[in-house]
């Protein structure tokens, strides 16, 4: 399985996990995923691959998802 793949397929899951019990995934699941696999996985080049696939709006979202987390652990 390529590394891209696996990436792919770890965002699915993770989003599906977000997303249950529904079956349709959201725009906002999919950043929450991005933000969770983001902050727990080491490898890099999985998170630039996710990275490479975002607009300008996905890395508002996720920034603001991302700000409110750090926020929350104070």
């Known amino acids: 399985m390529t590394q891209e793949l696996y990436a ?3 965002l699915r899951y993770v989003c599906a996990v977000i997303a249950h019990p ?3 995934i959201t725009e906002h699941d999919k950043h929450r995923a991005l933000e969770i696999i983001r902050y727990l996985h080491p490898d890099q080049d999985i998170v630039e691959h ?3 696939q ?3 709006e996905d ?3 996720v920034k603001n998802i991302r700000e409110h987390a ?3 652990i104070k």
């Open 59 to 61: 890395f508002k979202q």
């Open 50 to 52: 996710f990275y490479s």
């Open 22 to 24: 529904h079956e349709t």
């Open 8 to 10: 792919d397929r770890m």
């Open 70 to 72: 750090r926020n929350a």
């Open 54 to 56: 975002m607009n300008q």
